[in-house]
C-alpha cells in the first residue's frame, strides 16, 4: 500500500495547476494539510480550480499565482511573487506542459516545447532553490513521460529548436528526455543538501492533454480517451512523491505507478545531461 504523509505547515508550488494531474494534485496535496499555490496562465481557469479545490476540501490553504511560461521574464515574476508571499518551499511540483502537432516558438522565440515543458521548469527551479534549500528536507518533483523513449539517439544539439523539420513525438519525447537528465544533473548537484529530486511518468491520463493537436494525435485522444487513466489516478505517483516518508532522502529517480523504474540507456547518459544542463544554463541566462 502507498503511504503519504500529513503535510501540515508545508508549502507546495504546483505549476500547470488548473487541469488535469495538476489540479488532481493540488487537491491531494491540499486534503495532506499543505498550502498550495496552484500556478496557471488563465485567470478565469484559476479561479474556478481554486473554487474546485476549496469544495472537494473545505478547509483547503489554497492559493494562486498567475504566470504564463512561454515567457522567460514571467518564470522570473512568478518565483519573485512567491518569495514575496512565503519564506519556505518544501516542494516544488513542476507539471507544466503540453504536446503540440506543428513547431511553434514561446515569446522568447524557443520551441514551444522546449521552452515550456524544460526550458520553463529548468529556470524556476533555480530561482527557488535558495527558498527550497532553506526549508530542507524539500523536494522537486518533476513530469516526464515514457515519451522519453520516443527519442533514441541523443539530444541534437546542433538544432535543438528543431528548425530544420518538425516531428511531433520526436520533439515531444526529447522535452521529455530533457525533464528526466535535468532531475538527474540536479539531484547530482543536490547530494550535500537536503534537497532531492524525482521525476516520475503519471501514465496516460484523460485530461485535457492532447487536444490543442490536430490530426491523428487529436483523434486518438477523443476516440480512446475514455480508456486512459483518470486525472487523479495520474497525479498519485506525483502526490507519493511529494508527501511519502517512503522516498525521503530518494534523489534522481525515475518512477512509474509509485516505483522506482528504470529510464532509456540516453537518460542515464551523464555526459548528456551535463550538455543539456551547460546549454540549458546558456539559453535561459542561469548563474550557477
Known sequence: MVRTARMDGKVCLVTGATRGIGLEACKALASLGATVVLVGRDV???????????????DAKVESLQADFTSLKEVHALAEAFKARHSRLDVLLNNAGLI????QVTKDG?????????????????LLLDVLKASGPARVVNVSSEAHRFYFPKLDFSDLQSERGFNMLRVYGASKLANILFTRALARRLKETQVTANVFHPGVVRSGFGHNTQGWMNFTVKAFGMFFLSAEKGARTGVYLASSPEVEGVSGEYFINCRRRTPSRTARNEQLAERLWQVSEELTGVKT
Request: charged share 15%; net charge neutral.
Open 110 to 126: 524557443f520551441e514551444a516545447m522546449l521552452g515550456i515543458n524544460h526550458l520553463a521548469p529548468f529556470l524556476l527551479t533555480h
Open 44 to 58: 478565469g481557469r484559476i479561479e474556478s480550480s481554486l473554487a474546485y479545490v476549496r469544495q472537494a476540501v473545505p
Open 100 to 103: 503540440l502537432h506543428e513547431r
